[in-house]
């Protein structure tokens, strides 16, 4: 089992910035870690996602180049470094586990109860 506790979400004016974590415990070992995001009367959709290692990472369109995904095993925690925040950007952002790396929210076993992030025009 893994649980996981997001924090760091926010209001914030557009162009600014904010940094996401994730806090995992239980056995959180060797999982790939991805961020979602889901915004009122949206799916939630895909943001990006790290390998357990961290050599690898990958970022839907929308965000990259402007966001960051970044982890240290040592705390066990996932970061979502966001920059250039756009109003779009605003929706409940979650962190998920999964033994692969993937874009796929189906294939995720574990989840965070989300942080609300907006971000104003």
């Known amino acids: 089992q893994v649980q996981l506790v997001e924090s760091g979400g926010g209001l914030v004016q557009a162009g600014g910035s904010l940094r996401l974590s994730c806090v995992a415990s239980?056995?959180?070992?060797?999982?790939?870690m991805g961020w979602f995001r889901q915004a009122p009367g949206k799916e939630r959709e895909f943001v990006a996602v790290i390998t357990w290692r961290g050599d690898s990472t990958y970022y839907a369109g929308t965000v990259k180049g402007r966001f960051a995904i970044s982890r240290d095993n040592a705390k066990n925690t996932v970061y979502l470094q966001m920059s250039s925040l756009k109003p779009e950007d605003t929706a409940v952002y979650y962190c998920a586990a999964d033994r692969y790396i993937s874009t796929t929210e189906a294939e995720y076993d574990y989840w965070g109860q989300g942080t609300q992030v907006t971000v104003s025009s």
């Open positions: 239980g056995r959180p070992v060797g999982y790939a």
